[in-house]
Structures are given as structure tokens and as C-alpha cells.
């Protein structure tokens, strides 16, 4: 039997695989056996730890997506509200949820009124009239996705996904009904929509290093990054002029307090106490200038910048009482509270996170909220500057941090703060701790 020209050429491939053509070939064809084997095309999410914490495996790769996060399916989230910081962490829960369904986030909405209960009454604010939406992207590119709302097709076909709540929804029901969203008959659609309560309720499934991934790719739009240098800038000149008692070019450091005296937060910390069988949540603004001004360390004269609620500005007892070669001052007594009565309150709050996150010294309340993420964004940064786990604590470490409501020696000092980068859910960080992980 003759044989074709087409088969010489076969035979002749096959017998000479050294040929570019016929390596490329090969490579080719075990690099699609290895996905096969490796990568189906259901997703391979993970299994859960003794601890209840759900270990993601890496994400299999998708037509059109991202390093493995999908930008042709997407997940959409309620209105995310509450405080800032309840809000940066739902916003993180709803980029980590999307990324273990595989899926890219839609923009969500925040909240630039703080109303708890009157949900009706909360104005929306665009995540990027906050946040730069592009820098977000680049930042993470690979580990989470924003998407905006143009790029879905077809809306129409959106599934619904409800949040369970209560005792009885407990964190592996949680994860249970996640990975059904995975499946195929769900995971054809092309949004998925989460409903029910806010997403800062959801059970948490991810570890700290997860959050603060998300949180670092955060950054302040240019208006709102501008108006932090202009308060920065005040109490660094502010430091300047009481120390040398004129303007000068060297802008002298400063400590940042965040000071919770508040009426609605005394009776929520004593609930607390009451409710953990401790007296360590509390603490009395004499208790807190005391404390402060028993840091070792600090030079004298320092400015202290009081990160207190509006409602306390014109309370000028909080000025009065701290130790000599402190020397304390708010909003109002810089002269800066014109530059926050422009803005709602998110973006207020936003301003003073950044303002007591670059404090050459911070002071805090380890059972807040806001605090705990600053110590958080700290924490971070002192790694980044190359100082070890075990050094963290250290007397001599650069920007400290301190807990006021927990005495630290017998020297009346506050308890040294940092978070604690290795723990397996955010649960310390979201409603408090007195693990300052520096005793």
C-alpha cells in the first residue's frame, strides 16, 4: 500500500521529535494533560482547619481572567455601612468572598452618613469618590478584582444569594453554602448578588495577612490624600512654633491619641465589661493623660493630636490636665476643623485614620474598631521597614503604638501594641482584644 504524502510527513515528525515544530508540540500537549488533571473546571476551593478557618487552595486559571480571579463573572454586595472601619472591613470580607467564588467585585457602595439603625436614611457614597479604583486594581492585581457595573452584560440573569444569620448559621454552614454557589448551575451566571445583612456580619473564613493584603491596596483620592498633608503639615508647624516659638523648616514629631470618652461609648465599654468579666475596656480621660504621659521615649516639649468625635470640640476640659511638655490639641484648636466641616462623616474619619496611622507615636483603645486597624496599618508598615516579628515589641522600635486601656508596668504605662500578623481570622481586630501581643 502506498502511503500519502501527509503520512510521510507524519512519520517523519515522529521520528525526528527534535524538530521545533514537534517539541513545541509535545510541550504543548502535557501542559494541556496537566491542566486536565490539575485544573478542572469546577473550582477547587480548599477544606476547613481544626480552627473553623476555611484554607483556600490557588485559584484554577479562567478564559478572560486575572491571574486567576475572573473578570467576565462577578459578585454584588448590598450597600456596605456603619463606621469607616466596619466598613473597610466589610469591603475586604466582600473582596475575599469574591475571590474564593472566583469572581470580580462590583463597586460597591459605602456610606457617608453613621446611622445604625435608620438604614433608610444612610447616603450612599461611590467607593471610588473614596478610594482610587485603578490604584486598588494594580495593587492587587492577581489577588482580588474590582469591576464596575458597565462591564456586566446582561443583568437580567443575576442569581440571588442570601446570607444566613443567627446562632444557628455557624461558619462551616457559612462555607457550606458558598461552595454550593460554586457549583455549576450557579456558577454559570454571570452576577451573583449577595443579599440579607451587611456584609461586616458575614462569618469570616480568611486570616489577617488576607485583610491587610485588601487593606494595603487602599488609597486616598488625591482631594481627600491632600487635605491629610494640610492637617499633618498643622500639627507638625503647630510642634515647630511651641518648641522654638516661631515657624521652622524642621517639623517636629508628634503623638496621636484616639481618644473614646464619648457618652455612647462609656455605656457600650461597660456593657462590654460587664458582659467579658474584665476592667480593662473602660477608661477615663484622666486615666488615658495619665497613661500617655508616662510613655518613655518621647521628647518634651510634644504635641499630642486628640482624635476625639466631633460632639467633644467644644469640650475644653479635654485640653486641660496633661502633663508638663505635652501639649494637646484638636480640630478647633488647630484650626484645622474647618477643613473636615467640608465633608461627610466617612471622609472626616478617613482624614483622622491617616492622620493617627503616620504618628510618629500612637495611643488607642484595643477594644475600638478604628484603633485596632491603625495598629494594624502600623504593624504593617514596620515590616515593610525590614523589623523582624521578634522585634516588634522592642522598647526602640519606630513608631510605636500603645493600648491606654491596658496598664502595661507598674510604672503606669500603656500596654505596647501590635497586631498579630499570623492569627487565623480577624475576630480580635473587628470587635477588640486586650492581646496587645506584646506581654
Known amino acids: 500500500m502506498e502511503i500519502s504524502s501527509n503520512g510521510k510527513r507524519s512519520i517523519h515528525c515522529l521520528r525526528y521529535l527534535n524538530s521545533r515544530i514537534c517539541k513545541c508540540m509535545a510541550i504543548l500537549l502535557v501542559l494541556l494533560i496537566v491542566r486536565a488533571i490539575f485544573f478542572p473546571s469546577t473550582l477547587n476551593f480548599g477544606w476547613t482547619d481544626d480552627h473553623g478557618l476555611v484554607l483556600i487552595r490557588n485559584l484554577s486559571p479562567f478564559h478572560g481572567s486575572n491571574f486567576g480571579i475572573r473578570v467576565d463573572k462577578f459578585l454584588e454586595v448590598p450597600q456596605i455601612v456603619w463606621g469607616l ?12 468572598t469574591a475571590r474564593m467564588l472566583n469572581r470580580t467585585l462590583l463597586m460597591p457602595s459605602l456610606s457617608a452618613s453613621l ?31 474590582l469591576g464596575r457595573y458597565m462591564d456586566v452584560s446582561n443583568r437580567a440573569k443575576t442569581i440571588e444569594l442570601p446570607k444566613g444569620s443567627g446562632r444557628k448559621w455557624t461558619i462551616e454552614r457559612d462555607f457550606e453554602q458558598l461552595k454550593e454557589y460554586s457549583k455549576e448551575q450557579f456558577d454559570q451566571s454571570e452576577v451573583i448578588r449577595i443579599v440579607g445583612k451587611n456584609p461586616f456580619l458575614w462569618h469570616d473564613h480568611w486570616p489577617v495577612k488576607d485583610y491587610a493584603r485588601v487593606f494595603e491596596c487602599l488609597v486616598l483620592v488625591d482631594e481627600i490624600a491632600n487635605e491629610v498633608d494640610k492637617v499633618i503639615s498643622r500639627i ?17 514629631p508628634y503623638v496621636a491619641v484616639h481618644m473614646r470618652i464619648e457618652i455612647d461609648w462609656m455605656i457600650h465599654c461597660k456593657k462590654l465589661e460587664q458582659r467579658y468579666n474584665m476592667n480593662q475596656i473602660c477608661s477615663s480621660k484622666e486615666e488615658i493623660m495619665n497613661r500617655v504621659g ?62 493617627c496611622l503616620r504618628a510618629d507615636v500612637f495611643v488607642g483603645n484595643s477594644f475600638s474598631t478604628f484603633s485596632s486597624l491603625v495598629v494594624l496599618g502600623r504593624t504593617q508598615k514596620l515590616m515593610k521597614a525590614g523589623v523582624a516579628v521578634g522585634e516588634l515589641c522592642s522598647r526602640s522600635v519606630m513608631w510605636p503604638s500603645y493600648a491606654y486601656n491596658i496598664l502595661g508596668d507598674s510604672k503606669g504605662r500603656p500596654q505596647k501594641w501590635v497586631a498579630n500578623m499570623s492569627d487565623i481570622s480577624l475576630q480580635k481586630i473587628s470587635y477588640g482584644s486586650n492581646d496587645t501581643s506584646c506581654r
Open 115 to 145: 446611622f445604625y439603625k435608620e438604614v433608610e436614611r444612610l447616603e450612599p457614597i461611590s467607593f471610588d469618590k473614596i478610594f482610587k479604583f485603578n490604584e486598588f486594581n494594580s495593587r492587587c492585581n492577581g489577588f482580588v478584582q
Open 236 to 252: 507638625r508647624e503647630v510642634g515647630s512654633e511651641e518648641v522654638t516659638g516661631a515657624k521652622s523648616a524642621k517639623l517636629l
Open 85 to 96: 472601619n466596619n466598613q473597610k472591613i466589610a469591603f475586604a470580607r466582600a473582596c475575599l
Open 294 to 355: 508616662n510613655i518613655s521615649g518621647t521628647n518634651k516639649p510634644t504635641v499630642v493630636y486628640l482624635a476625639v468625635a466631633d460632639s467633644l470640640l467644644n469640650d475644653s476640659s479635654i485640653l486641660d490636665g496633661w502633663k508638663e511638655g505635652l501639649l494637646p490639641f484638636e480640630k478647633k484648636k488647630l484650626g484645622v476643623d474647618k477643613i473636615y466641616e467640608k465633608y461627610p462623616y466617612l471622609i472626616r474619619s478617613a482624614i483622622d485614620y491617616e492622620v
